[in-house]
């Protein structure tokens, strides 16, 4: 594992903040900008599981190898091939995106890992994951999974519309920002539609997939959002800035959350890091992309990303450029007094 370190007695998963990414076809840019993203701004460590295909795992390691030393110390990471548990691999593999429904095996795969953060390959941090990885001591007793809402207005939801099956609430929850206490969800009994008793989250994924298949759109997000119809209580929804993609500001801004503290996750879905048709959302990904490890996040980082703004005022998304900067800023603005704090300290010993 690279840049592990065992100086302390504890096993260093127990102090790790988990991150778990899957990645298949052409997503293998995307994945090392969306780890670079959470690296750049993370205090605590950070152990990543990245699901990938055999074909990519090479190139993952070469990449990340290449990464200067004051940052591969901050994280260690683990390479696993796409395997599902139960039911036609097959099946699986098909089911919306390339290996998407993988998710939906972490629990069982990551059996020694306790709690998880999975986020999507196009999932920008603009914030330290400790931030999010906080949420999870917020749960209650019963909660063991959050996730944030498809949509904020149901008049102009996807789910709330054109759905065939049962979903989460009045909108349904994207699972594109998932963070998992696996530990509760491998000993929880869930409700379901398929027998009176509970089941066990691996015995219930393949029954549920078999009973719904034939009126589901968007594949494992669907099947959470059944999951979550019957077990509403296992669910906690967090705010949309946590979850932030292109449909929070193209109809017009429905995110208030995002307008009072900022987007904390970026989600550029609908491929919009590759197009033009939401350029605010490319800026972003171009700039974290583009930014040299080592450099001064000032200069390179945050001054590049406000004069890529200035070309994106005449789209709806780029009418509100503070909405994105202001989580940036504030996270920039702390590393730099850290850094400043430390090497004050330093000095001030001699």
């Known amino acids: 594992k690279l840049g592990e370190q065992k100086h302390s007695k504890e096993p260093s998963s127990l102090q790790c903040m988990h991150l778990a990414v899957v990645a298949c076809g052409d997503r293998l840019e995307e994945t090392l900008i969306m780890l670079k993203s959470a690296v750049l701004f993370s205090n605590r460590r950070l152990c990543f599981h990245i699901f990938a295909e055999d074909s990519l795992k090479p190139e993952f390691e070469k990449k990340l190898k290449e990464w200067p030393s004051s940052f591969t ?94 979903y989460y609430g009045t909108t349904g929850v994207n699972s594109g920002v998932m963070l998992m206490n696996l530990t509760r969800i491998r000993n929880t009994q869930f409700k379901n539609s398929m027998v009176p008793s509970g089941l066990t989250w691996e015995e219930m994924l393949y029954p549920l997939y078999q009973k719904y298949k034939n009126y589901i759109t968007w594949g494992d997000q669907d099947l959470l959002n059944i999951i979550f119809y019957f077990n509403p209580e296992c669910l906690y929804v967090f705010p949309c800035q946590w979850n932030y993609r292109p449909d929070h500001c193209m109809y017009g801004s429905n995110c208030k959350g ?76 702390k590393v730099y007094e850290n850094r400043v704090i430390v090497y004050l300290g330093a000095n001030h010993r001699y």
Not at 112 to 118: A, H, I, K, M, R
Request: net charge neutral; hydrophobic share 40%.
């Open 73 to 166: 110390k901050k994280f260690e990471y683990n390479i696993y091939p796409i395997t599902f548990s139960v039911g036609n691999a097959q099946e699986w593999k098909k089911l919306f995106k390339p290996c998407a429904a993988q998710r939906l095996f972490l629990p069982v795969i990551l059996k020694d890992v306790d709690s998880l953060l999975y986020v999507d390959t196009d999932v920008l941090f603009l914030r330290p994951i400790d931030d999010i990885w906080h949420i999870l001591k917020e749960f209650n007793s019963t909660q063991l999974a959050a996730m944030a809402p498809e949509h904020e207005i149901p008049k102009i939801g996807w789910y709330s519309r054109f759905a065939r099956h049962p």
């Open 258 to 333: 995002a307008e009072e503290e900022g987007v904390s996750i970026l989600h550029g879905n609908r491929g919009v890091y590759h197009d033009d048709k939401q350029p605010t959302f490319k800026a972003l990904y171009e700039v974290i992309r583009d930014f040299p490890f080592e450099d001064n996040l000032f200069q390179s980082l945050y001054y590049p990303l406000q004069s890529k703004f200035l070309d994106t005022v005449h789209t709806l998304c780029g009418r509100i450029p503070q909405v994105f900067l202001k989580q940036i800023e504030k996270t920039m603005k």
